[in-house]
């Protein structure tokens, strides 16, 4: 069997009271990745290796770079990059031309970290995109929305093994799991979830309802708004940027989400008994 490429064995000293034992470890694997656009470097976020691809088109789609899937031709490693871990994005004459100001407010100044998608902006007006009206005309039961936790869990095959990483996932609203990703970055599990759809052909990803393991912060809810989700979930808190931004385009906003209880802070109307 191939080596895992999510994750590391490394040394460690478990200490359990008064005794110590050294033994393996088995942790998840963090790792630049540098995205490039016209052979032009565009953004380095640290993130899970796996599923690169989805990661830059998911990527793409909700910084604004791109709109539809036609306007990428292709996704591939860089196999002209002295290091590895480089992905080339290549658009269409068109969309390049379209999307010239997208990718300039897109371009970080720093690497992002895997905990925060939005650092190395080179200003606070480029964090908002230009989101189109939400659809989202459908509804979930509520004992269907509780149950989703509980399958994502199931299918986190990394996180059970390292205990280390976030997960996003793209449920249908009968509560049947599309795609899942892990990744040590939230916002980087998001894009791989959304980037998966995009090269399906399926955007605006609608009917669907996003589910994140952690908290749901601002950039969650943009990022799901860019691609068209109009119901996010949250196995944690979400902050009060979030909410506002659900108010705002009309988004179903649940947070602490278990079986048997959750807060719905915006959107009520998208749950059903």
């Given at each position: 069997?191939?080596?895992?490429?999510?994750?590391?064995?490394?040394?460690?000293?478990?200490?359990?009271?008064?005794?110590?034992?050294?033994?393996?470890?088995?942790?998840?694997?963090?790792?630049?990745?540098?995205?490039?656009?016209?052979?032009?470097?565009?953004?380095?976020?640290?993130?899970?290796?796996?599923?690169?691809?989805?990661?830059?088109?998911?990527?793409?789609?909700?910084?604004?770079?791109?709109?539809?899937?036609?306007?990428?031709?292709?996704?591939?490693?860089?196999?002209?990059?002295?290091?590895?871990?480089?992905?080339?994005?290549?658009?269409?004459?068109?969309?390049?031309?379209?999307?010239?100001?997208?990718?300039?407010?897109?371009?970080?100044?720093?690497?992002?970290?895997?905990?925060?998608?939005?650092?190395?902006?080179?200003?606070?007006?480029?964090?908002?995109?230009?989101?189109?009206?939400?659809?989202?005309?459908?509804?979930?039961?509520?004992?269907?929305?509780?149950?989703?936790?509980?399958?994502?869990?199931?299918?986190?095959?990394?996180?059970r093994q390292t205990g280390?990483?976030?997960?996003?996932?793209?449920?249908?609203?009968?509560?049947?799991?599309?795609v899942l990703r892990e990744?040590?970055?939230?916002?980087?599990?998001?894009?791989?979830?959304?980037?998966?759809?995009?090269?399906?052909?399926?955007?605006?990803?609608?009917?669907?309802?996003?589910?994140?393991?952690?908290?749901?912060?601002?950039?969650?809810?943009?990022?799901?708004?860019?691609?068209?989700?109009?119901?996010?979930?949250?196995?944690?808190?979400?902050?009060?940027?979030?909410?506002?931004?659900?108010?705002?385009?009309?988004?179903?906003?649940?947070?602490?989400?278990?079986?048997?209880?959750?807060?719905?802070?915006?959107?009520?109307?998208?749950?059903?008994?």
């Amino acid at each position: 069997m191939p080596p895992d490429p999510t994750t590391a064995t490394k040394p460690v000293t478990r200490i359990r009271d008064t005794a110590s034992t050294v033994d393996d470890d088995v942790l998840v694997i963090e790792e630049p990745l540098e995205i490039r656009i016209a052979d032009e470097p565009l953004a380095v976020t640290m993130r899970t290796p796996g599923h690169d691809c989805d990661l830059v088109a998911g990527f793409c789609l909700t910084e604004g770079i791109v709109t539809d899937p036609d306007e990428i031709e292709s996704v591939e490693e860089c196999g002209e990059a002295e290091y590895g871990n480089v992905m080339a994005v290549t658009l269409t004459d068109e969309a390049m031309q379209r999307r010239m100001e997208q990718i300039t407010c897109a371009r970080r100044e720093l690497y992002l970290s895997s905990s925060c998608g939005l650092c190395g902006k080179q200003s606070i007006d480029r964090i908002y995109q230009r989101i189109s009206p939400i659809r989202g005309n459908f509804t979930i039961a509520r004992d269907t929305l509780a149950a989703l936790p509980e399958t994502m869990r199931t299918s986190q095959a990394t996180f059970r093994q390292t205990g280390g990483l976030h997960a996003a996932g793209i449920f249908t609203p009968g509560g049947v799991l599309n795609v899942l990703r892990e990744d040590v970055g939230r916002h980087n599990a998001v894009d791989k979830v959304i980037g998966h759809q995009l090269l399906l052909g399926r955007a605006p990803i609608d009917p669907a309802v996003l589910l994140v393991s952690g908290r749901a912060s601002f950039e969650i809810m943009q990022k799901a708004a860019v691609a068209g989700i109009a119901f996010v979930a949250a196995v944690s808190a979400p902050s009060s940027l979030a909410v506002d931004f659900a108010v705002k385009t009309g988004m179903t906003l649940v947070g602490f989400l278990r079986s048997g209880r959750m807060n719905v802070y915006h959107g009520l109307e998208r749950i059903h008994d």
